[in-house]
């Protein structure tokens, strides 16, 4: 781990959790916060899915959404005060595929990295 100045160690990023879900057809989830990302389980696609970004994340946090049957209609939120970039997000999501979205804190936005 990198030591800042006063010598605490910085959590890195990797120590996110990433959550696995198997969330029902027309679910709204929130990413919870301290949460690297959701996978997405079940044996057979995901009709429709709102899914909401972290709304305390840290600057440089990731979040990365990956699905094992993909999503057919994937609806992504930034969350209350932040912006998400691009601002024409997913709107599916193709099997064994995932998307990276990075927080900004100065801009209080999420950017697509992946």
């Not at 840290?58 to 005060?81: E, F, K, P, R, W």
């Amino acid at each position: 781990f990198p030591v800042t100045k006063a010598g605490w160690a910085e959590m890195a990023q990797g120590t996110y959790p990433v959550v696995y879900i198997n969330p029902a057809s027309g679910s709204s989830i929130t990413v919870s916060d301290y949460t690297g990302g959701v996978y997405i389980q079940g044996s057979s696609p995901t009709a429709t899915l709102n899914i909401t970004l972290p709304a305390t994340p840290v600057d440089d946090q990731s979040c990365t959404i990956c699905s094992q049957s993909g999503v057919t209609t994937l609806t992504l939120n930034a969350n209350t005060g932040q912006s998400i970039y691009p601002t024409s997000t997913p709107t599916s999501l193709s099997p064994g595929t995932s998307i990276q979205y990075r927080f900004r804190a100065a801009g209080s936005a999420w950017f697509r990295y992946q």
